[in-house]
Structure formats: structure tokens, C-alpha cells
């Protein structure tokens, strides 16, 4: 059974950095491209960036792109999300995805 | 890029009764390997979303018969054969034929009248 745990949320100033994890087990990890989502309060879904199993291809959407880089380490069956120059309208929980599954997402709220 | 679209944005349902919620794309789904990669996810109150239907009519596992997806190449319909109370919540179609830019429909919100 697909598991996946986001961490890594919290309260950040605008301008400032945060890194989320997101933990996978129940399958096999590097047989599979991986991706992150997010949701701003009260608003739809917006997919931020998938990565392939082997890392190889990575994208962004506009939104973030420059700003925010996804990686995985498939040893400890994680993916990353580094998030720098964070912007108010980056406030959003932030989800992780794989194989149509979802994690319970991680809530990032920049604010000064 | 590929816009995806839903109708109706909100729909009022009765308990017991159908409902069917429509989905657009700007493009074409259909892949180059043949197949079409269009996927319907719903989003209980405070929950994450739960994929319900992949490639267009695929049901996930656990997800109950009275869900069911139909459509081809840019036009979609996810359709419940009787609302339960459950039910309740937002439902999302999403391509993923276009990778590695997926894209998410807008939303259609249900709930009782």
C-alpha cells in the first residue's frame, strides 16, 4: 500500500528559504517519477514540479520555476522540495504524488 | 499549454440521485502510445485529495461502482449513479497526457441542495 509523509512546513518570511520532505514506502521508490502539488487556502489544485525516477528530468511550473528545485534520494525513498525566495502567494499546502496517490500534505505560510 | 475545464463549477446534488460533472481539454488527450491520460480525483473537507478514475474510466482499487468515467480525446464525464452523503466535497479532473506539464481542472464543488 502506497505511503507518502510530507514534513518540513511551516512559518517563513517572505524572501526566506524551506526545504519539505516527503517520505515513500509501500512501493518501489526508484521505479517511479514523482511529483509535488499545492493548494492555496480555499482555492483549487496547482501541480509545482515532477522529477523522473532517475532524477534525469526534472520541471517546473512558471509559477516557481528559478525559485523552488526538486530532488529524491532513492537510498532513503525520499523526495525533496527546496523552496527559496519565497513569495506571499507561495502559501499553500504542498502535497506530494505518486502512482495517483497523495500524501496529507504539508502547510507552508509565508508571512511577515 | 493545455487548459482543462468543468461543468458545473458547483452542483447541487439529492441524495439517492445521479450526477455527472463534465470535463474539457484545450487539446487532445489521447497519447502518442495510445492511450489517454486523464484522471478524476476527489478532495473531502479537509482531506487530501484521493484519486478515483485513471485513463479515463479505470476505477482505483476501493473506489465504490457508482463512480464511473467515459469520454475520448477532449471531452470527459465523471458520473455518480447515486449520491451518497460521502460524497460531498470537490472533484478535480487532471491530464497527464501532456507530461511532464500536468494540468488540473478548476474544481466542481458538491454538495446538497
Known amino acids: 500500500q502506497v505511503h507518502l509523509v510530507e514534513s518540513g512546513g511551516g512559518v517563513v518570511q517572505p524572501g526566506r528559504s524551506l526545504r519539505l520532505s516527503c517520505a515513500a514506502s509501500?512501493?518501489?521508490?526508484?521505479?517511479?517519477?514523482m511529483y509535488w502539488v499545492r493548494q492555496a487556502p480555499g482555492k483549487g489544485l496547482e501541480w509545482v514540479s515532477v522529477?523522473?525516477?532517475?532524477?534525469?528530468?526534472?520541471y517546473y511550473a512558471d509559477s516557481v520555476k528559478g525559485r523552488f528545485t526538486i530532488s529524491r534520494d532513492n537510498s532513503k525513498n525520499t523526495l525533496y522540495l527546496q523552496l527559496t525566495g519565497l513569495r506571499d502567494e507561495d502559501t499553500a499546502v504542498y502535497y506530494c504524488?505518486?502512482?495517483?496517490?497523495w500524501g496529507q500534505g504539508t502547510l507552508v505560510t509565508v508571512s511577515s | 499549454d493545455v487548459v482543462m475545464t468543468q461543468s458545473p463549477l458547483s452542483l447541487p446534488v439529492t441524495l439517492g440521485q445521479p450526477a455527472s460533472i463534465s470535463c474539457r481539454s484545450s487539446?487532445?488527450?489521447?497519447?502518442?502510445?495510445?492511450?489517454?491520460?486523464l484522471d478524476w480525483f476527489q478532495q473531502r473537507p479537509g482531506q487530501s485529495p484521493r484519486r478515483l478514475i485513471y485513463?479515463?474510466?479505470y476505477r482505483d482499487s476501493g473506489v465504490p461502482d457508482r463512480f464511473s468515467g467515459s469520454g475520448s480525446g477532449s471531452n470527459f464525464t465523471l458520473k455518480i449513479s447515486r449520491v451518497e452523503a460521502e460524497d460531498v466535497g470537490v472533484y478535480y479532473c487532471?491530464?497527464?497526457?501532456?507530461?511532464?506539464?500536468?494540468?488540473f481542472g478548476p474544481g466542481t464543488r458538491v454538495d446538497f441542495k
Open positions: 509501500g512501493f518501489i521508490f526508484s521505479d517511479y517519477a
Open positions: 504524488g505518486g502512482l495517483g496517490c
Open positions: 487532471m491530464q497527464g497526457t501532456h507530461w511532464p506539464l500536468f494540468t
Open positions: 487539446q487532445s488527450l489521447v497519447h502518442s502510445d495510445g492511450n489517454t491520460y
Open positions: 522529477i523522473s525516477y532517475d532524477s534525469n528530468t526534472k
Open positions: 485513463e479515463v474510466s
